[in-house]
């Protein structure tokens, strides 16, 4: 089956840049039967939706972090990532990689296991 | 941006008994574009709800959601022991996904 794993650093410096990798099992990015998207959860704050990216290369972000979220593909290695920069306290969060269906590209249908990523010096 | 309200915060209910979770939209949403899902401790979210009535993959018929406009609900119909988690809301507009901030169904 579809299984979708995270990994990265758990710790970022302040003002440096996240970066997070999402390696997509079971299925080829390339097919275009799903859109990739992260998503993160503050403890507080809740769940937020980051963006997404589809294997055609179209990306769509969330208005308040789109200065400084970019998604991309490596589709030779079945891999999207996520780079967050000039990061503060409040981007300490469970980072999740999840896919959309691409006729249905309202909801998340899988979920990788989440990181969880703290900004701190 | 539209704002999903979810309430209660916290539902304190005993195996047996029927759950009913609330989620409000500050605007008109598609029921097409209303998702549930599921989160236990240490776990991520689990779909169980797409299109504000239709069951993902797996999800036991004793979970049934509803609704249009503004008032969607989620009602587990006699709770199981590993139904106690946290409930989100999500919905898709204008190009954005937002989530609400959970339900917690607790002992």
């Keep these: 089956q579809v299984q979708l794993q995270e990994s990265g650093p758990g710790l970022v410096t302040p003002s440096q840049t996240l970066s997070l990798t999402c390696t997509v099992s079971g299925a080829s990015i390339s097919g275009g039967g799903y859109y990739c998207s992260w998503i993160r959860q503050h403890p507080v704050e809740g769940l937020e939706w980051l963006g997404y990216i589809y294997y055609s290369g179209t990306t769509s972000y969330n208005p308040s972090l789109k200065s400084r979220v970019i998604i991309s593909l490596d589709t030779s290695k079945n891999q999207f990532s996520l780079r967050l920069s000039s990061v503060t306290a409040a981007d300490t969060a469970i980072y999740y990689c999840a896919s959309m269906p691409a006729t249905n590209f309202w909801y998340f249908d899988l979920w990788g296991r989440g990181t969880l990523v703290t900004v701190s010096s | ?107």
């Design chain 2, 1 to 107: 941006e539209i704002v999903l309200t979810q309430s209660p915060g916290t539902l304190s209910l005993s195996p047996g008994e029927r759950a009913t979770l609330s989620c409000r939209a500050s605007q008109s949403v598609s029921s097409t574009y209303l998702a549930w899902y599921q989160q236990k401790p240490g776990q991520a979210p689990r779909l169980l709800v797409s299109g504000a009535s239709n069951r993902a993959t797996g999800i036991p018929d004793r979970f049934s959601g509803s609704g249009s406009g503004t008032d969607f609900t989620l009602t587990i119909s006699r709770l199981e022991p590993e139904d106690f988690a946290v409930y989100y809301c999500q919905q898709y507009g204008r190009s954005l996904w937002t989530f609400g901030q959970g339900t917690k169904v607790e002992i």
